[in-house]
Nanobody, 119 residues
C-alpha cells in the first residue's frame, strides 16, 4: 500500500482546508484508515479514524464538529475536511492505512502534508 497526502498549506484562523490521501497498491486487506497529526515537539496524535467495513468513525475531541473524514472508493482517496481552523491545528498531517498480517497489525504511513494556521 502506498499513501500520498496533499492539500496542506497556510490558512488564517477560521478558514478551511481539505486534505486528500491517494491510496494505491494492494488495498483489499485494509480494514481502517485514519488521519494523524504531529506538531513540533509533540507526540503524533490521532485526528480521525474510519473503518473500511462497518464500525463507526472516531474523532479526537479537539476536532469534533469541525473536521470530517470521508473517502471516495471510486477514486481510492480519503479526505479530511477541516473547518473553523485554529492556530493549535498547525501540524504535519499524515494519513495511515491499517491491516492485519497474521497476528500483527501493520500501519502504513504517507509522507505528510503541512498545515499552518495563522492567528
Amino acid at each position: 500500500v502506498q499513501l500520498v497526502e496533499s492539500g496542506g498549506g497556510l490558512v488564517e484562523a477560521g478558514g478551511s482546508l481539505r486534505l486528500s490521501c491517494a491510496v494505491s497498491g494492494s488495498t483489499g486487506t485494509i480494514n481502517a484508515m485514519a488521519w494523524y497529526r504531529q506538531a513540533p515537539e509533540k507526540q503524533r496524535e490521532l485526528v480521525a479514524r474510519m473503518p473500511t467495513v462497518g464500525g463507526s468513525t472516531k474523532y479526537a475531541d479537539s476536532v469534533k464538529g469541525r473536521f470530517t473524514i470521508s473517502r471516495d472508493n471510486a477514486k481510492n482517496t480519503m479526505y479530511l475536511q477541516m473547518n473553523s481552523l485554529r492556530p493549535e491545528d498547525t501540524a504535519v498531517y499524515l494519513c495511515s492505512a491499517g491491516e492485519w498480517s497474521g497476528s500483527r497489525y501493520l500501519l502504513t504511513w504517507g509522507q505528510g502534508t503541512p498545515v499552518t494556521v495563522s492567528s
